[in-house]
């Protein structure tokens, strides 16, 4: 039974000792925290833990412990429901600048084997920062033989848009997520990473069947383009294809299946539009030869985390499609049939925060990061 310390909810007597209410205070979150409905389940938000300075991303371990990471550089540890407060050493060089820092963090798929880590991240070169993908061996608390498996080029001097989501599909490739650096020609540009998803060997290897090796002029890491600034990606539990979100600009996120070779548009085509005025950005909504969205948010949600729930603990909501909002805070659920979404649900409004990450975890809970300084780890847990 949870009991509220509010007496016109429960009708006690306010002259209730201290020790009873102490002891109530000190009931467990799982127990106090609040019950909120969606249109399926009934569930409880739970702190797991809080202290995190600007979490960007949440990988889970073998063991059950769990990795974190932290914009300004840090990859953090929690060890049953405790933050370590030593964080891992070992890592590449980090740069702050902007919206760009330290991002996601990837297990490799046969991690239980070698221990590989991947990272994406902001650094620094002669031609300004841009994002890089980075492994290493996890030993304790330390990235041993780290290895830096691409560099964005050309990099940029803006401070917006570094994409950084990490994904390893079925055949073991890896891919990553790249802004287009806040210059919209370059998403465009086949010369120019940015503004496209990377694909990979999980070495850093470009494979031979990526659709623009050996076109002249092209970057043969790209896997697509026209992109704006991805910052979501799951794996379809049942297709095994990518899908990812990105930010629009005023209006126009977006929610996209990845094919090899397809061009999403931007800056051509969106449903956004200008900030601040309202004009129309490039060509309007459509172009032949560029793909439209599966969905699409107008006005904007901001969009960050993305995954698909895969888990036993909230049965009806198998298989459907949850957000991470950054503008209203709030965690969106999308109900799917093939690649077309038949219902949305807003879930947890302003209640934690910035939503940063959306990772469904091996006990079946969805786990969510807060991007604030502090911020919280959370989980959503059935309240039956």
């Known amino acids: 039974m949870v009991m509220s310390l509010r007496s016109h909810r429960v009708g006690y007597d306010v002259r209730m000792p201290r020790v009873l209410l102490g002891m109530l205070c000190?009931?467990?979150?799982?127990?106090?925290?609040?019950t909120y409905r969606s249109d399926e389940h009934s569930f409880r938000v739970v702190k797991v833990v809080e202290g995190l300075e600007q979490p960007w991303s949440l990988a889970f371990l073998p063991d059950g412990r769990m990795l974190v990471t932290e914009k300004a550089g840090r990859l953090r540890i929690i060890a049953q429901g405790q933050l370590d407060p030593k964080a891992v050493e070992g890592l590449p060089q980090t740069t702050v600048h902007g919206q760009g820092g330290l991002h996601d963090v990837v297990l490799h798929p046969q991690f239980e084997k070698n221990r590989l880590v991947y990272l994406a991240y902001a650094a620094r070169g002669d031609d300004g920062v841009g994002t890089e993908l980075a492994r290493g061996r996890l030993v304790g608390h330390r990235l041993e033989d780290v290895q830096v498996l691409f560099k964005q080029t050309p990099k940029g001097?803006?401070?917006?848009?570094?994409?950084?989501?990490i994904l390893f599909d079925r055949a073991g490739y890896v891919y990553l997520t790249l802004g287009e650096r806040g210059e919209r020609d370059r998403a465009q540009r086949p010369?120019?990473?940015?503004?496209?998803?990377?694909?990979?060997?999980?070495?850093?290897?470009?494979?031979?069947?990526?659709?623009?090796?050996?076109?002249?002029?092209?970057?043969?890491?790209?896997?697509?383009?026209g992109n704006r600034n991805m910052q979501g990606a799951a794996l379809h539990p049942q297709t095994g294809m990518l899908w990812t979100h990105e930010h629009g600009p005023q209006g126009g996120d977006e929610v996209n299946v990845i094919r090899a070779g397809v061009n999403y548009g931007w800056p051509?085509?969106?449903?956004?539009?200008?900030?601040?005025?309202?004009?129309?950005?490039?060509?309007?909504?459509?172009?032949?030869?560029?793909?439209?969205?599966l969905h699409y948010w107008v006005p904007s949600i901001a969009p960050s985390g993305m995954a698909f729930y895969?888990?036993?603990?909230?049965?009806?909501?198998?298989?459907?499609?949850?957000?991470?909002?950054?503008?209203?805070?709030?965690?969106?659920?999308?109900?799917?049939?093939g690649e077309k979404v038949v219902r949305e649900e807003r879930l947890l409004k302003g209640v934690l925060g910035r939503i940063r990450d959306v990772r469904v975890g091996p006990d079946g809970l969805v786990y969510l990061l807060t991007d604030e300084a502090p911020g919280v780890l959370a989980r959503l847990e059935p309240a039956s």
């Not at 001097?157 to 989501?165: K, N, V």
């Not at 949850?322 to 965690?331: K, N, S, Y």
């Open 157 to 165: 001097r803006a401070g917006q848009h570094f994409g950084g989501r």
């Open 191 to 225: 010369d120019d990473h940015a503004g496209s998803v990377i694909r990979l060997h999980d070495d850093g290897r470009v494979p031979k069947d990526n659709p623009f090796v050996g076109r002249a002029g092209w970057k043969p890491e790209k896997f697509t383009l």
């Open 26 to 34: 000190s009931l467990p979150l799982a127990l106090a925290a609040q």
């Open 268 to 293: 051509v085509i969106t449903y956004g539009v200008n900030y601040g005025f309202g004009t129309k950005i490039g060509e309007g909504t459509h172009k032949h030869g560029m793909a439209q969205p």
């Open 310 to 337: 895969t888990g036993d603990r909230f049965p009806r909501w198998k298989g459907d499609l949850f957000v991470g909002a950054l503008r209203d805070q709030m965690v969106v659920r999308l109900k799917l049939e």
